[in-house]
């Protein structure tokens, strides 16, 4: 195991989300964040920053902020599940927006299509105040290095 898989595993283990979050700089610049719900599922927040609106006249989240936030949360969610030796590299992306960033936290849950050993499909849904009230959608591809294999059972 490498030092990017061990700290995965021990990030997982000690639920310590923000250090995971700190691997990739940008989604610590623009203060992404997650934590595990009750289910097991990952839920991710971008909380509101001045610095993270692009139209102040409205005011409205920069459109590519969002874009980030969920390319970072699919990322994550990735090597969540996942003993990984490298950060998963983007593919493809392709986004949806279906109404404006309010000045509020956005949040984001990410569904893992299909996973084989050289590619993941993700799906990421963003919203604010309810998950009915959806801000954009996306999926894109990850390329996966050889050695990552999803996270066992235990």
């Known amino acids: 195991m490498n030092e990017l898989a061990e700290l995965v595993a021990r990030v ?14 940008y989604a610590k610049l623009i203060g992404v964040s997650f934590g595990e719900q009750p289910d097991g599922s990952l839920l991710f927040s971008l909380p509101y920053r001045p610095s993270n609106i692009g139209n102040a006249l409205l005011p409205a989240l ?4 969002i874009a980030a936030f969920m390319e970072h949360s699919a990322t994550l969610q990735l ?16 986004i949806d927006y279906l109404r404006p960033g309010r ?52």
């Not at 920069?62 to 902020?65: D, F, L, N, P, R």
């Not at 990984?84 to 593919?91: A, C, G, R, Y």
């Not at 993700?122 to 050695?147: C, D, K, Y």
């Open 79 to 94: 090597l969540w599940n996942m003993e990984s030796t490298k950060l998963p590299k983007i593919i493809d992306f392709s």
């Open 12 to 25: 997982r283990a000690e639920k310590d989300y923000e250090r995971l979050a700190e691997l990739v700089p």
């Open 103 to 154: 000045p509020e936290t956005l949040y984001a849950d990410c569904s893992v299509v299909r996973q084989g050993q050289r590619v993941a499909n993700v799906a990421v849904n963003a919203w604010q105040g309810s998950p009915e009230r959806v801000v954009a959608t996306a999926r894109m591809h990850f390329l996966l290095s050889r050695q990552a294999q999803p996270q066992s059972a235990d």
């Open 62 to 65: 920069h459109g590519g902020v």
